[in-house]
């Protein structure tokens, strides 16, 4: 049993599926949520971006240590954790996602801005090549999403990387449906900075998952 919630999501029972796939849960987040996770995300900022003498490091060892003891014992199953389904957080609210705020969602398609932070370098300034497409994959997951079309899963995904893409520059990504086929859904998307600057463009194959399929 499912049924539309205020924001037009869906929220179900357990166990029901679509093909193997669970549906998209929505699990609302609490108001310290989205804090929680920004924190987590400087973290990860920084995590990469310092050099800590030893004493000082062991004790922050221990610290993150003892968050993560704290946090263990709120593990629950997918779909059950706020992480990934509000939309109305960065990267709705799943920390392996780019931060980044969905603008527009609809069958025209998906229009998503952001920066890449420190925790996404590559080299020299640059975002690394491997983020771009975590943020293409997602956004075509949800302009497959947005488009009404069944659950599907990437079959393809090809990037080109047009420019160099910055860090803590404001960036826009618009992806859409190209055209169905079948089980086929084809997509596109573009990246560009707020001038219109191509950084990267892309298309994939989104493939509707048979009954039974996980
Ligand atoms: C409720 C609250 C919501 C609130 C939040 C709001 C929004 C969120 C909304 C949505 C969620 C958003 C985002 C979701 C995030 C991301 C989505 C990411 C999705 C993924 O990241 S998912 C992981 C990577 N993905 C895989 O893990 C796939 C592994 N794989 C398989 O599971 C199988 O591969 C399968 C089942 C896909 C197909 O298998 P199969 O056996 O059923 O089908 P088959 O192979 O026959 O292919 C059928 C037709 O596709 C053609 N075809 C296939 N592959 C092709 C290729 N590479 N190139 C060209 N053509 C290809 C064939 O040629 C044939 O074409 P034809 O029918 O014309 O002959």
Redesign the pocket.
Known sequence: MSEQ?A?G???VTDGEKRGGFP????TPAGPDFGRFVEAMRRLQDLAVSTNVPDDVLADIATQAEELADRLTPYEVPEGKSPA????QLPG?GSLLMLPWM?EK?DTEGVRSTGVFRRYHLGGNGAAHGGVLPLLF??V???T???GGRPI??????HINYRAITPLNTQLVIEGKVDRV????TFVSARLTDLDGKLLADGEA???E??PG??
């Open positions: 919630t924001d999501t869906e929220s549906r998209f849960r929505h990934g389904s509000n939309i709705r969905v969602f994959d997602d075509f997951g949800m497959v999403h947005a599907s899963r990437t079959g393809y995904l086929e079948g089980r086929k194959l989104m493939i998952l048979l399929q996980p």
